[in-house]
């Protein structure tokens, strides 16, 4: 048999309890093979080496989007990222325990407040979902309206919006975006994405609703197509397309709310 | 009890992607100086005197230098703008959207078209 390859990681730890101030650098030795994720680093390191690690994972398939972490600054989901990948440009089957650069640097999603080791506190990205209202509104469909008719909707109905649907809400768009790290008032990629998904929906008729919100600077208007977020998202959802399409719609909400004389005004508050 | 990392304003320079998009908004200083050069070019047509000292401006080499910048920022920023362009405008019709690369590859001959009008204007309609 065969020894197993191993190699260093950086794991960035962080426990206030411990009285903390700042993050600092853990750094580990570990097996590792093809089939290696960044999560089962994880995982490895907590059950072998150290069980007071805090990290979020659940799902192991690329489905829940509670893990994702920084690796090498980028962020990744950690079950969709590999080991192989980060030693294989160092030299194949190498063994890189020999020397101990790390080949992984696991940090905290960026631009989110760090609560412990890996895990960060994701309630501003759960506010800005919330205020785009990321669900059907139908006033005629209401419980308590008996002549409601059943939604039906025809595949080329689907297809408008269906790429934007695919969010898991894991918020590496928001990792990538540096007008989020700048302004965290900003409403950011997956949910303006996702107030997209609803604005096209054949079903929906909240359009006007979720427009208050992305009219505003703090929404499509803060965004200056850097483009990262639409890179590092998993599930191919192009939240920079999603945001900049919404500027086009804004645009157009704008302009037909000054020819109605009414103010364009922040209707959140 | 917890921690809140602040960018700072050397954000950009943390990878790649980053310092391509800076490079992006950056095209604007070159373009900015072919203006002031074309601006000066059409206040310099009120004399003579004027128009030959703007005419000698522009042969300068480091002022074509400056404009060659220009045409090549002017030219990188197409290139990302026109990718950029199916994703934020995709075309629809029916049920058909028409595929990114031909939205592309029709920007690009808009280019060819409006250069090779201009060079028809400019040799006086003997090209
Ligand atoms: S848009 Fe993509 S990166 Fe952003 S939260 Fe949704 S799945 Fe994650
Ligand atoms: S554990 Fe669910 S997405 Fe990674």
Redesign the interface.
Known sequence: MTQPRTCYVDISR?D??RGD???TMQRVQVPYDDSTSVLDVLQYVKEQVDSSLSYRWSCRMAICGSCGVMVN??PKLGCKDFVRDYVAHKGVGRDHAANDAPALTIEPL??F???RDLVV?MDEFLTHLEAVKPYIIDPASRPNNPSAATHSQTP?QL??YQQFANCINCGLCYAAC?QF??NPEFVGPAAIALAHRYNLDSRDHGKHERMQVLNTHDGVWSC?????CS?VCPKGV?P??AV??G??ESAKSMLIQLFKGSSIGDSRS | MSYKPELTGRWWLKHGHFKRYMLREATVIPLVFLLCSLLAGVFSLQDVERFSQWQAYMAHPLVIIGHTVALGAALYHAATFFVLFPRVMPIRIANYTLPARLMVAGQWAAVLAVALLCLWLVTGGRV
């Open positions: 962080y206030p309890e101030q700042y993050p600054g980028i960026a631009h407040t760090g609560e506190n080329a297809a408008r540096p790290g700048l200056t197509f850097v483009g990262f890179d192009d920079a397309a900049n399409q500027k086009v």
